[in-house]
């Protein structure tokens, strides 16, 4: 059976054990005295679970430890030199390649693979389109041909074993089914514990996330000292030469400078905009114009950055690069530019407006939170709406806003795709906005690509400046959730 075939199969025998159990024990409270301890229908769950559970976590198991399995129990009969130099890998894979292969070929091609070569099974394979690689050697189409009959018997054995457990696991529930049985304290066992393992897989991610960050930084900073990572000024990524002594330079800091100041100049746009359009729509626009903006606006979450970037590329760089042209025309008379289409500028300028919906969002609910009863004590005082909205709603909404600004700008700080098309790729150090510079994550990303060694420092140095950014942006999340936790206003 095919692996969907033996799940709904499990789910039709949890049908089954749910419709069996409800009837049985409704039967057996009309027949008793004493009343149910749980509905009829927790007796229902609990069957299907004790039906579906086992056998679905027996199918996972079995699913991702039958391959490893398969393949150590592949025999290699008279592997050839040119076999046997193959990495295990990588010969396992083109066993299973031709093995994929054969199961496609029809019965009568595949009685007689026996004793045939590669050659001719090339021709039979590319027939329908199936290409046999090059480093397939003859002994590796008996291999497949092994591999493919301890699959067959693997998925038989699991077939059987996995509806085998089903259906005891139905027949331990229905016999289970008694007026006492405390079918809701185990139901709601399974759901908890559900619940727990759902959020351990996001806590385990983050530790598998930081771990692997972790490890290979510390790999990292055996070869290269962490004083010229953390404090070296130049960034040339690059190997020593054959015979030469000159290593590469892995300073952080104009990267690091790069990401500050691009964010910085984001927040200088989108703070403005976002927490005046929040205003408005939280205390002074209609339900109507909220209704309808609040929409509009948001949509600007929803537009992917590399269609922000390519806006900066192609329409805001370029305008601002022709807008500084004239400028310097008029008043000098030299129309060159002192804009460059790939600036600091540019990026931070699209970069805001990208973040303007997090920042309006956020602080529009946050001073939408504001107790309704603040504003009528200000209003009855005789305060005006702009000043009850300085006064009381904003102080009152401050701590909230705070942190939606720090949430906002580590977003700011990870962000790529608009960075590498609006503010180039350049590690320099300059303090005019009007030059390009570059950020952490393109230079992950860089370092990443391409056809590097991936233990080299030269790819090491990304995990260096994975965990850098990744602590920058727990500074600024812990932060923010101190200053949540200090000064949050407790309300009736």
Sequence with gaps: MSILAIVLTVLVLGTVGFVLARRRSAMLAAASTDKLHSRSIYHGVYAAMATTIPALLLLAIWLAVSPVVVTSLVVVPDATATETNLAPALRASLVRSIGEGIRLLPPEERENLENINVADLRPMLARRGIPVPTEATDSMIRQALERNRLEDTSRLAMTVVVLAVAVAGLVFALRRVAVRLRARNQVERVVKSFLVLCSSIAILTTVGIVSSMLFESIDFFSRVPPSSFFFGTV????????????????????????????????????????????????????????????????????????????????????????????????????????????????????????????????????????????????????????????????????????????????????????????AGIAANITANPFEAMTTVTIKIVSQLTGDLDFTSPQSLVAFALGITLFAITLVLNVIALAIVRKYREQYD
């Design 235 to 422: 960034w040339e990524p690059r190997f020593a030469a054959a015979g030469s002594t000159a290593t590469g330079q892995f300073g952080l800091i104009p990267l690091l400078i790069g990401t500050l100041y691009i964010a910085f100049v984001a927040m200088l746009f989108a703070v403005p905009v976002g927490l005046f359009a929040a205003i408005y729509m939280a205390e002074y626009a209609s339900n109507r114009v909220r209704s309808v903006v609040k929409p509009l606006l948001e949509v600007l979450a929803g537009i992917p950055t590399i269609v922000y970037g390519f806006f900066a590329l192609i329409t805001v760089g370029p305008f601002l690069r022709d807008l500084s042209a004239d400028i310097n025309g008029l008043l000098t008379g030299d129309y060159s530019s002192f804009i460059q289409a790939q600036s600091i500028l540019t990026a931070g300028l699209v970069m805001g407006i990208m973040l303007i919906p997090f920042v309006s969002s956020l602080s529009d609910d946050i001073i939408t939170a504001v107790p309704r009863s603040l504003r009528d004590g200000s209003l009855g005082l005789g305060a005006t709406p702009s000043e009850t909205v300085k006064k009381v709603v904003l102080p009152a909404a401050l701590p909230g806003i705070v942190s939606a600004l720090l949430l906002t700008a580590s977003r700011a700080i990870g962000e790529t795709m608009i960075v590498v098309l609006a």
